[in-house]
């Protein structure tokens, strides 16, 4: 049973560049919620998406958007990134239905470096 | 919105001890989920356990309980029998359940306790 995956596993950007993270949900999972952690913190909700829309928002600026495909999986698009962008994404998968308690699991993260 | 603390920003234990990771939660709804996560360095977020508001029975998985106090609003995690593999960072979670509300369905962290577990 493929847990939830994320791509790339780190990478590098300057600032000013759009960068663009992915994830693929645990298998039999239909929801998917981005997390920013920043170093020694613990991880803040970005948004959430459910049947290809945005279901839920954090207190993220617009230069943070998404996508969901048919299949489930996501992306994640940051815009003119800054330096304060640095941080572990998360990608967390779930299956919220009334009788199942909703819990959500998280794939290996993608570590972003803006320099 | 509803805010979660841990107190502790780090723990230490002898393997084989027993220890107790606090955390506090502030929310005025009443149907919510709490969980633990632990963080190795590998950074992978774990599901250690989680409790369901409406159920008084504290949730145990092996050597992982809770204390869960509704009306003090707290929710500790006790780890017996420590072991080597236990060390990581550890971070309760709430998530409001009520259709609708704020934060439906979103996870709000504490700040995470290191546990180092020594042996």
């Known amino acids: 049973d493929a847990g939830v995956t994320q791509s790339p596993t780190h990478l590098i950007k300057t600032r000013g560049q759009q960068v663009t993270l992915r994830c693929s949900p645990k298998?039999?999972?239909?929801?998917v919620s981005w997390y920013q952690q920043a170093l020694g913190q613990g991880p803040q909700f970005i948004f959430q998406?459910?049947?290809?829309?945005?279901?839920q928002r954090g207190n993220f600026p617009d230069r943070f958007s998404g996508h969901q495909f048919p299949n489930y999986s996501s992306e994640l698009n940051v815009n003119a990134l800054l330096l304060g962008d640095s941080a572990l994404y998360l990608c967390?998968?779930?299956?919220?239905?009334?009788?199942?308690?909703?819990?959500?699991?998280f794939g290996p993260g993608t570590r972003l470096t803006v320099l | 919105a509803q805010t979660v603390t841990q107190s502790q920003p780090e723990m230490s234990v002898q393997e084989a001890e027993t220890v107790t990771l606090s955390c506090t939660y502030d929310?005025?709804?009443?149907?919510?989920?709490l969980f633990w996560y632990k963080q190795p360095p590998s950074r992978q977020m774990i599901l250690v356990i989680r409790?369901?508001?409406?159920?008084?029975q504290n949730a145990t998985e092996n050597r992982f309980s809770v204390n869960f106090q509704k009306a003090a609003k707290s929710f500790s995690l006790k780890i017996s029998d420590s072991q080597l593999g236990d060390t990581a960072m550890y971070f309760c979670?709430?998530?409001?359940?009520?259709?609708?509300?704020?934060?439906?369905?979103?996870?709000?962290f504490g700040q995470g306790t290191i546990l180092t577990v020594h042996p």
């Open positions: 967390a998968s779930s299956f919220p239905r009334a009788g199942y308690t909703d819990t959500q699991y």
């Open positions: 298998s039999g999972h239909d929801t």
């Open positions: 998406y459910y049947e290809e829309e945005e279901r």
């Open positions: 929310t005025s709804e009443n149907n919510y989920y």
């Open positions: 409790q369901e508001a409406y159920k008084q």
């Open positions: 979670a709430f998530m409001n359940r009520n259709a609708g509300g704020t934060s439906y369905g979103k996870l709000t």
